[in-house]
Nanobody, 124 residues
Framework: VQLAEFGGGLEQAGGSLRLSCVASGLSFSSNVLGWFRQAPGREREFVAAISWGGTISYYEDSVKGRFTISRDNAKNTVFLQMNSLKPEDTAVYYC??????????????????WGQGTQVTVSS
């Protein structure tokens, strides 16, 4: 399984970024896809996840209303649209995939499939 993230970078507070993650080596439409992030000195935390068919999604409280997760099963790609960025959104963002059903923000990729991460830096 390979997951490759794209779209990170430096943005000013209030701006937007769109992250993409392209997956290979897995049955994409059978996997829940998620985004996590890890800031310096902090543990990796859940950001958002989306169900196999894209009809169910969960968000961490601090990103609700600002971030949107979506997926294109035909292109084996999951997206994270990040609007109204804040300096506290600065972190390395990781894409994750797993077959564990999505039922809450406690979802974690049981398969242990992670991307290499992409840096998002938001300046004030």
């Amino acid at each position: 399984v390979q997951l490759a993230e794209f779209g990170g970078g430096l943005e000013q507070a209030g701006g937007s970024l769109r992250l993409s993650c392209v997956a290979s080596g897995l049955s994409f439409s059978s996997n829940v896809l998620g985004w996590f992030r890890q800031a310096p000195g902090r543990e990796r935390e859940f950001v958002a996840a989306i169900s196999w068919g894209g009809t169910i999604s969960y968000y961490e409280d601090s990103v609700k209303g600002r971030f949107t997760i979506s997926r294109d099963n035909a292109k084996n790609t999951v997206f994270l649209q990040m609007n109204s960025l804040k300096p506290e959104d600065t972190a390395v963002y990781y894409c994750a995939a797993g077959e564990k059903p999505l039922s809450s923000t406690k979802w974690y990729p049981d398969s242990g499939s992670w991307g290499q991460g992409t840096q998002v830096t938001v300046s004030s």
